[in-house]
């Protein structure tokens, strides 16, 4: 593939320049801290106490050159991932933009559900869930065919900030005042053929479904079209985004461990349960005082992420289109008609899960999950096969963790197809 480097990195920015050039892997953070790290490591804290730990750190590790890859390539080529992707062949292309299609309906839909889920801790009265998710979905819409998303954004970066600073919080307090157990009981093992469609949810959305790296890659040319970015700067940017997700899963890790571990408390099944019991767990630690603040702090940031996957999603399923159709321009009515079906496919789901967030959240993680190593095989393929400039290219170091986390991941999916269909 023919290379063309379109930013220059001869001269070094700056720490204060490099904080300000933040910008598309903090919105990937804001995308990941929805279902995997409020719910999958909340849940694996209560269930397994500290034993899942090494597991998710090590789903971050794996999955981290897959991610990486949305950057190197972009900033290598000029060219977003899909862009990539129509490069090697429509085949490839195809199979994305399918992919595509599926995953942004199933996690709009799961996320959807849980705004909505948070937005009945502020009504007085009962609305249905569908009601409340087509109230959410709506609000989401007018803001993204306003034009207000990069306002929007500002605001989610505060919410994720306040939110990482209230969760540490609350894990410093149940660390130095721990609840005495109400259950004297051993924790089961997460070790077992028994727990693998837990483990399988966990890790789907661990830290977050890998084709976000295409929204991340779309994200960052549009950010180059407003602003000087660097290699040096989008590699910060994508590395402060990434590793700080991976910590705050575990942190939720901690907030359950420490909480509910032992307690004898199980995770409601219901959508309105399950958000006001994970407002509960806050004020419970932080004290009664936090309640509505936390509820607030959480519904705008799953808010965010609500709004970053439909606008995400709809942006690549679209550039997916126009690259198959050959057209040379995006128009703005394809993405705009994008983001109606994908937001009209989510709450088609919503109306026949509406009694149960949890059931919605396991299958959106079990199919992120399942076409995870598909993803990560087009990453891998499209970075390896593209030449880049030194400082982006895959070493040795990386191809290495690349192959081990493709072994990884095929070899675990094969695990959990053994196990759900022909054990």
Same mark, same amino acid.
């Given at each position: 593939?023919?290379?063309?480097?379109?930013?220059?990195?001869?001269?070094?920015?700056?720490?204060?320049?490099?904080?300000?050039?933040?910008?598309?892997?903090?919105?990937?953070?804001?995308?990941?801290? $929805?279902? #995997?790290?409020?719910?999958?490591?909340? *849940?694996? @804290?209560?269930? +397994?106490? !500290?034993?899942? =730990?090494? %597991?998710?750190?090590?789903?971050?590790?794996?999955?981290?050159?897959?991610?990486?890859?949305?950057?190197?390539?972009?900033?290598?080529? $000029?060219? #977003?991932?899909?862009?990539?992707?129509? *490069?090697? @062949?429509?085949? +490839?292309? !195809?199979?994305? =933009?399918? %992919?595509?299609?599926?995953?942004?309906?199933?996690?709009?839909?799961?996320?959807?559900?849980?705004?909505?889920?948070?937005?009945?801790?502020?009504?007085?009265?009962?609305?249905?869930?569908?009601?409340?998710?087509?109230?959410?979905?709506?609000?989401?819409?007018?803001?993204?065919?306003?034009?207000?998303?990069?306002?929007?954004?500002?605001?989610?970066?505060?919410?994720?900030?306040?939110?990482?600073?209230?969760?540490?919080?609350?894990?410093?307090?149940?660390?130095?005042?721990?609840?005495?157990?109400?259950?004297?009981?051993?924790?089961?093992?997460?070790?077992?053929?028994?727990?693998?469609?837990?483990?399988?949810?966990?890790?789907?959305?661990?830290?977050?479904?890998?084709?976000?790296?295409?929204?991340?890659?779309?994200?960052?040319?549009?950010?180059?079209?407003?602003?000087?970015?660097?290699?040096?700067?989008?590699?910060?940017?994508?590395?402060?985004?990434?590793?700080?997700?991976?910590?705050?899963?575990?942190?939720?890790?901690?907030?359950?461990?420490?909480?509910?571990?032992?307690?004898?408390?199980?995770?409601?099944?219901?959508?309105?349960?399950?958000?006001?019991?994970?407002?509960?767990?806050?004020?419970?630690?932080?004290?009664?005082?936090?309640?509505?603040?936390?509820?607030?702090?959480?519904?705008?940031?799953?808010?965010?992420?609500?709004?970053?996957?439909?606008?995400?999603?709809?942006?690549?399923?679209?550039?997916?289109?126009?690259?198959?159709?050959?057209?040379?321009?995006?128009?703005?009515?394809?993405?705009?008609?994008?983001?109606?079906?994908?937001?009209?496919?989510?709450?088609?789901?919503?109306?026949?899960?509406?009694?149960?967030?949890?059931?919605?959240?396991?299958?959106?993680?079990?199919?992120?999950?399942?076409?995870?190593?598909?993803?990560?095989?087009?990453?891998?393929?499209?970075?390896?096969?593209?030449?880049?400039?030194?400082?982006?290219?895959?070493?040795?170091?990386?191809?290495?963790?690349?192959?081990?986390?493709?072994?990884?991941?095929?070899?675990?999916?094969?695990?959990?197809?053994?196990?759900?269909?022909?054990?």
């Amino acid at each position: 593939m023919e290379n063309a480097v379109p930013y220059s990195s001869e001269q070094r920015l700056s720490l204060p320049q490099l904080l300000r050039s933040l910008g598309p892997g903090i919105m990937m953070a804001a995308a990941a801290v $929805g279902g #995997s790290h409020l719910v999958a490591s909340t *849940k694996a @804290g209560a269930i +397994y106490g !500290w034993q899942l =730990a090494i %597991l998710i750190l090590l789903v971050n590790l794996f999955k981290y050159p897959f991610f990486k890859a949305g950057v190197q390539y972009t900033m290598g080529t $000029g060219d #977003s991932l899909v862009e990539g992707y129509a *490069k090697m @062949g429509k085949p +490839y292309l !195809w199979i994305f =933009a399918v %992919l595509a299609v599926f995953s942004g309906i199933v996690n709009t839909a799961a996320l959807l559900m849980f705004s909505a889920s948070l937005l009945s801790y502020f009504i007085p009265f009962e609305l249905s869930l569908p009601v409340l998710s087509g109230i959410v979905l709506a609000t989401c819409l007018i803001i993204l065919f306003a034009g207000h998303y990069r306002a929007l954004d500002t605001l989610s970066k505060v919410i994720m900030a306040v939110l990482t600073i209230a969760t540490l919080l609350a894990v410093v307090i149940a660390a130095a005042n721990p609840a005495p157990a109400t259950v004297v009981a051993e924790a089961p093992s997460p070790w077992t053929l028994a727990a693998i469609g837990f483990l399988v949810v966990t890790m789907g959305w661990m830290p977050a479904p890998i084709e976000i790296s295409s929204l991340t890659s779309v994200w960052l040319k549009s950010q180059c079209r407003h602003q000087r970015v660097t290699p040096q700067s989008a590699l910060f940017d994508f590395n402060v985004g990434y590793i700080g997700t991976a910590i705050l899963a575990i942190v939720f890790l901690a907030l359950g461990a420490l909480v509910l571990h032992g307690s004898g408390v199980e995770l409601s099944k219901s959508g309105v349960g399950f958000s006001h019991q994970l407002v509960g767990l806050y004020a419970s630690t932080i004290g009664e005082w936090s309640r509505y603040l936390i509820a607030v702090i959480a519904f705008f940031c799953i808010f965010g992420s609500t709004i970053t996957v439909i606008d995400g999603y709809s942006r690549v399923i679209a550039e997916s289109q126009r690259l198959l159709k050959e057209q040379p321009e995006q128009s703005p009515k394809v993405l705009q008609g994008w983001m109606i079906l994908v937001s009209a496919a989510a709450l088609a789901i919503i109306m026949f899960f509406a009694s149960a967030l949890m059931p919605l959240l396991n299958f959106a993680m079990i199919m992120a999950f399942m076409t995870t190593p598909v993803f990560a095989l087009l990453n891998y393929i499209l970075v390896t096969r593209t030449e880049l400039p030194q400082e982006l290219k895959v070493g040795p170091k990386l191809k290495a963790l690349s192959i081990l986390g493709l072994i990884y991941l095929f070899g675990f999916l094969a695990l959990f197809i053994w196990w759900q269909w022909l054990m």
